[in-house]
């Protein structure tokens, strides 16, 4: 299922998509009911576009998706997290402006 641009994982899919990435990948972590995660959807959408071929951008719905989610001790949603070679860079934790994410995945590029 394609939201946008954004792909989303699972728990199924996280290592294949996230862990084995050749490019950095942000995994916006959301859920349906947060108020927050609705303010930053459109946005992770634009990256998507912006960055396609360069970074993959992805999202992950916690509730359907509880695994991945404590795995990297997701509390507050929404939490975005940047991965590169399979490890986690950098984190945002909450509603951000654009500009402060496309300023943290560059850094990755």
Known sequence: MIMGKALAV?????EDEVMKSDVPVL??????????????G????ELAGEYEGKAKITK?????????????????IPTLL????????????GAVPKTHLKKQLD???
């Open 10 to 14: 699972t728990d199924a899919t996280f």
């Open 27 to 40: 995994v916006d972590f959301w859920a349906e009911w947060c108020g927050p995660c609705r303010m930053i």
């Open 42 to 45: 459109p946005i992770v959408e």
């Open 60 to 76: 992950v719905d916690v509730d359907s998706n509880p695994d991945i989610s404590m795995k990297f001790g997701i509390r507050s």
């Open 82 to 93: 940047i991965f590169k070679n399979g490890e986690v860079v950098d984190q945002v934790i």
């Open 107 to 109: 850094a990755q590029l």
